[in-house]
């Protein structure tokens, strides 16, 4: 579990444009399945789109927020919801008590990875519709586990960003640091030296991994940070957020040029 209902994440950069749209909207899956999403797009794009994937309580106001900053510093954004096959497509109904864990996991366990993988691609065409082809991936916590696996050449991302995201198996389900052969998007990720639910062993294992594969990949620490340290209510861990974010802006803008 990552952000509480009223968590929000810190603004360390002054808006560079005003916003053209910040509205929910409902996308289409695969399989016909309807899900929930948010938008936001600068008046100018003037770098990457940014697909942002949530934490696993799904879209909650710190991720539409987070899209909106992005947006202001000239990348649309778009967060998409994982429960719409088991939930419904409107995210911004559900009570507030969907987010606590006994009434969130039968949700949680009814996700494939079949079905990720077609909503993360709705996701992507809607966003690549309207703004730049290229997109990076995005991720906090779950989201941040499954911004790894999305840069697998199949969703032909300019980039993957993870925040926090446990790389290793989970009940049995293979994860980033067994899928690295697949992995091919340059990938940038934050962990929190202080981080009790990520073992350091379990992040060098995945760093190991991916130099093994030939994935390039940047992995920052900061040690005395919690998992959940970008997050603005974290005074205490502002120095460790703020250089986050400028180094995901620098990494935006990388991937920009490199397309």
């Known amino acids: 579990m990552c952000y509480d209902p009223d968590a929000a994440p810190p603004a360390f950069s002054p808006a560079l444009w005003p916003l053209a749209e910040a509205a929910p909207l409902t996308l289409t899956s695969a399989d016909g399945t309807g899900f929930g999403a948010f938008l936001a797009r600068p008046e100018v794009a003037t770098g990457a789109g940014v697909l942002v994937l949530p934490d696993n309580k799904g879209l909650s106001p710190f991720y539409r927020q987070t ?46 990875p079949a079905g990720l993988d077609a909503d993360i691609t709705a996701a ?102 919690p998992h959940n340290f970008f997050e603005l209510s974290a005074a205490e861990h502002a120095r460790a957020a703020r250089d986050s974010w400028h180094r995901l802006l620098g990494f935006l803008a990388r991937a920009t040029r490199a397309v």
Do not use: K, M
Request: net charge negative; with cysteine; hydrophobic share 45%.
């Open 67 to 112: 899209a909106v900053r992005l947006a202001e510093q000239g990348h649309p954004a778009l967060v998409l919801d994982y429960y719409g096959r088991t939930a419904g497509a409107a995210p911004e109904s559900r009570p507030a008590e969907f987010g606590e864990l006994p009434n969130l996991l039968p949700h949680l366990l009814a996700l494939t």
């Open 124 to 225: 992507l065409d809607r966003l690549r519709a309207v703004g730049p082809a290229e997109v990076v991936a995005l991720g906090f916590c779950f989201g941040g586990r499954q911004a790894f696996r999305a840069a697998a050449p199949r969703f032909g991302l300019a980039g993957a960003v993870g925040y926090y995201g446990y790389p290793d198996v989970i009940n049995g389900a293979p994860g980033p640091t067994q899928l690295a052969a697949e992995l091919t998007a340059p990938i940038l990720a934050f962990w929190g030296g202080a981080d009790e639910h990520i073992p350091a062993a379990t992040v060098e294992a995945f760093d190991a991994a991916l130099t093994s594969s030939g994935c390039p990949h940047s992995f920052v620490r900061y040690p005395d940070a």
